[in-house]
């Protein structure tokens, strides 16, 4: 009887997946996902009754799912083959490219603006004290710059208002314009074509933008000459060929991998990293993130919420070098690889990371004689950031 | 507990068909009944109650109908057939629409009364509708009295139709309750129409559904006419398959454990009038109007008038079942006005025309009911209608509407053949498929079939970031 093999097949495919999903193994954490995955919930009469338990129950299914990553996978091509050119809010550009679509109401968002007022008011707030001088660098994200790379049609929020808004707000004197610059050189590889963060060489234009802007400010008393160093004067190693980045893990690894940089100037410069653990380093790198799915972690071990690093510049370097300045980078993880270009200008650099430093920055200023500040965040978590409240600490 | 959901199909219904077929078939309903509130509790623990309840009073109300009746004392079972009636039209009205009088009467006469921000027991509209059938049918002679508790426990909690429906008469699964064969035929059948059920939902209305929640959500300045029309086109697509989708599943489940369902959609969209789309729309609601309240209201037997007057109550309370809110009471008469014309002299005017004319009629006048349905809010509604029609200064079309249509072009033409009968009869012309015989090369096709709907299904439910339950309202 034939209807019996479609039973017999049908059994076969749902009882199957069952005993395969009841006996897999929970995993703690998904490297991939870089996340913990739920866990199953206990069970309690408090949690039965308001829901709780039932909701937390599913998700724990959902997540702990047998060949989670494969089911994931095999959405993405089937939405590929629909010829959808966007998934998740991820954009399937040109060459490979995965660039996330942020949509127009997280830049319109209340907490948006509560940020700039933040912003705003500490600018305002530095202005009162003369012995600091202060700018502001906002990093738009890959839809803004890599318009080519884009789908056809497609028309992501135009960051820019975001970004005028911003330097209407704080004034010009402080505002560093990271767009021009990254729109200068869109040609070169300032993304990773699979994470959110912009590449080594990204951070490398933005720390042009930035030394310029210092020269530049039209704040004067705090002006110093600050030549960026040139490609030139660095060391540019691959150190991975096989980066796959948050957005990647976001719709799966259906695109080549990407590659990590690390910039090493060939003059040799001394540093001593100290984190909040007061754990010390002589390098900016960790290889040993490399052979980790979060390779992004190279730069700089991750996110800290206060590391510290002191310079001795090589003798007779002819690098502008301020031995007796201090500055202090407020950031997001953008300012990971960022932090290797502008260390070799200042004898001290400390940056802190608002979502997990929550001391006074005012009192931060003080101890440690601040004499200059650049806040460096992307527009998407400039915007989103629920922490960024804390700069008025 | 939803169908569309790794939880469903990978603990619950695997568990249950196991110890439903290893029971003896006597404890077959037991088995259902007890399956069926856990299914319900998995979501509502705390109106679990609420529904126990009704089925007892209904229970209890049905034994005095039917002794009534054996007892030639018809008034007094009239009586008990109106106290349930009371009983559970008071249920939804307290749990459904409480907040929503209160409120219109607050804003009417600037009052105060208290409104309870109660949530909606899942599926109450459904549970209430079929109880109150037993009652009624056992009172009209259509039906005999329910023994034993839990098997009419069973018929109401039943957990294939429990949450959205479709509405099972009680009389169509009478029979059924006591005595059901569960043969390989009928389980193939519900392969069938669970596996349909389930990709219509998930594959189809998901995917659909997000471009219309995108669309819906757009600033004035990035809306135009096409956009808009194709955002409520996706509308469309979205509540059809997801609706139809929930009541094949409903379908399948049912043989699976022996029960036969009727059908509950019939290709709505090759429609060419609107009478015809409520005849193949959300079929067991129009039947259970058409039967307990537009037939006893005197239907078509009392002239003209009366009978325009009946469809209007008709469809105010039809409208007004599916949410306790004014575009829905709106969404109802809309269709009230458009049946009693189409009754009056469109239908006849429409047989002049050919028949894509009369098509597109249809379609146009569903795409705006579905407007004013969408929105709960009516000024929002006559906002996008406005873009629609191009009054409020958006552009024709712009470059988001060609970037949403490119990327969706090839699911769209997939939802249109999908809405129409072409896919099935070219399978079945193909792939012949009787009670008495199945070819190989069928049998083979169905498995390829539903192993890779199956398979995706899943794939889109363990990344599913959108898998929205649309009946929580009704």
């Known amino acids: 009887m034939e209807q019996k093999k479609i039973v017999y097949f049908f059994c076969i495919l749902l009882f199957g997946l069952s005993f395969a999903s009841m006996l897999k193994k929970p995993t703690a954490f998904s490297e991939k996902e870089n996340r913990y995955l739920a866990s199953k919930p206990s069970l309690s009469v408090k949690a039965i009754e308001n829901g709780s338990y039932m909701e937390d129950y599913e998700t724990f299914i959902t997540d702990q799912f047998v060949f989670r990553d494969q089911w994931i996978g095999l959405k993405t091509k089937t939405e590929r083959l629909l010829l959808k050119q966007e998934i998740k809010d991820v954009y399937f550009g040109k060459d490979d490219y995965l660039i996330e679509h942020h949509s127009s109401s997280l830049f319109t968002s209340a907490q948006a603006q509560k940020n700039i007022s933040y912003l705003t008011r500490f600018v305002e707030k530095i202005n009162g004290n003369k012995n600091v001088s202060l700018q502001v660098a906002i990093v738009p994200t890959a839809s803004q710059i890599l318009t080519d790379k884009l789908p056809l049609f497609a028309t992501p929020y135009d960051q820019t208002q975001f970004l005028q808004q911003i330097e209407q707000n704080i004034g010009s004197s402080h505002y560093v314009d990271v767009l021009s610059m990254l729109q200068e050189k869109k040609e070169e590889e300032i993304y990773y074509k699979t994470d959110h963060h912009y590449t080594m060489l990204g951070a490398y234009y933005t720390y042009v933008a930035w030394a310029n802007a210092m020269s530049e400010s039209s704040f004067s008393e705090h002006a110093i000459t600050l030549t960026p160093m040139a490609l030139d004067d660095f060391k540019i190693d691959n150190v991975s060929n096989n980066f796959y980045g948050t957005i990647a893990s976001k719709v799966s690894d259906i695109v080549p991998p990407d590659t990590i940089l690390s910039f090493t100037p060939k003059q040799r410069f001394q540093y001593k990293i100290t984190d909040e653990t007061k754990t010390t380093y002589d390098s900016f790198y960790n290889f040993d993130a490399l052979k980790t799915r979060d390779k992004y972690t190279f730069y700089l071990r991750g996110n800290h919420p206060y590391i510290h690093v002191e310079t001795t510049p090589p003798q007779n370097t002819n690098i502008d070098f301020y031995p007796d300045r201090h500055l202090l980078v407020i950031k997001d993880s953008f300012a990971h690889c960022f932090l290797p270009f502008v260390s070799n200008h200042f004898s001290n650099v400390t940056m802190i990371d608002l979502r997990y430093y929550k001391q006074s920055i005012s009192k931060l200023i003080e101890d440690e004689q601040i004499t200059d500040i650049l806040i460096l965040y992307s527009t998407a978590n400039f915007a989103n950031d629920k922490n960024i409240n804390f700069l008025l600490n | ?474």
Request: aromatic share 22%; net charge positive; charged share 10%.
């Open chain 2, 1 to 474: 507990m939803v169908f569309s959901s790794l939880l469903f199909l990978f603990r619950f219904l695997p568990i249950v068909l196991i110890m439903y077929f290893l029971a003896p078939k006597k404890a077959r309903n037991t088995l259902l009944f007890l399956s069926s509130l856990i299914f319900y509790a998995w979501g509502e623990p705390v109106y679990i109650v609420l529904m126990l309840f009704s089925t007892f009073v209904d229970y209890t109300l049905g034994y005095f109908v039917s002794y009534y009746i054996s007892k030639q004392q018809r008034k007094k079972a009239k009586w008990c057939m109106i106290t349930s009636a009371v009983i559970n039209l008071s249920l939804l009205a307290f749990f459904k629409y409480w907040d929503f009088f209160m409120g219109s009467i607050n804003s009417l006469f600037s009052l105060n009364l208290p409104l309870f921000h109660l949530a909606l027991p899942i599926g109450i509209s459904f549970y209430t509708f079929q109880t109150m059938s037993y009652t009624i049918d056992l009172y009209l002679g259509n039906a005999t009295f329910q023994k034993n508790i839990i098997s009419f426990g069973a018929y109401v909690s039943l957990f294939p139709q429990l949450i959205a429906g479709p509405i099972v008469q009680y009389k169509t699964i009478a029979e059924q309750l006591n005595k059901r064969t569960c043969t390989f035929e009928e389980f193939a059948l519900g392969i069938h129409y669970f596996i349909i059920g389930l990709g219509k939902k998930v594959l189809l209305a998901n995917n659909i559904g997000q471009v219309w929640t995108s669309i819906s959500s757009l600033p004035k300045d990035q809306q135009s006419v096409a956009t808009a029309w194709l955002g409520i086109i996706c509308f469309a697509f979205q509540i059809y398959f997801d609706f139809s989708g929930y009541s094949d599943m409903a379908i399948g489940l049912g043989h699976m454990f022996g029960f036969r369902f009727l059908k509950n959609f019939d290709y709505p969209y090759i429609s060419k009038s609107i009478t015809e789309f409520w005849r193949r729309w959300h079929i067991s609601l129009g039947t259970w109007f058409k039967e307990y309240v537009y037939i006893p209201l005197g239907g078509n037997k009392k002239g003209l008038k009366r009978q325009f007057i009946n469809i209007g109550i008709v469809w105010f309370l039809t409208g007004f079942w599916h949410g306790a809110s004014w575009n829905f009471v709106v969404w109802g008469m809309y269709f009230g006005v458009l049946l009693i014309m189409e009754k009056w002299f469109l239908l006849s005017f429409l047989k002049k025309f050919s028949n894509s004319y009369s098509h597109l009629y249809a379609l146009f006048f569903i795409l705006i009911g579905w407007v004013i349905f969408a929105f709960d809010s009516l000024s929002d509604g006559i906002h996008y209608l406005s873009y629609m029609f191009g009054t409020s200064s958006v552009p024709l079309f712009n470059t988001d509407f060609l970037y949403l249509l490119y990327n969706n072009a090839i699911l769209l033409i997939m939802l249109c053949f999908a809405s129409t009968p072409i896919p099935s009869n070219i399978a079945n012309k193909l792939l012949p498929y009787h009670t008495t015989y199945v070819a190989k090369r069928t049998t083979l096709t169905r498995c390829i079939f539903y192993g890779i709907v199956f398979l995706l299904c899943v794939a889109y439910l363990v990344d599913s970031t959108y898998n929205p339950f649309l009946y929580f309202r009704f």
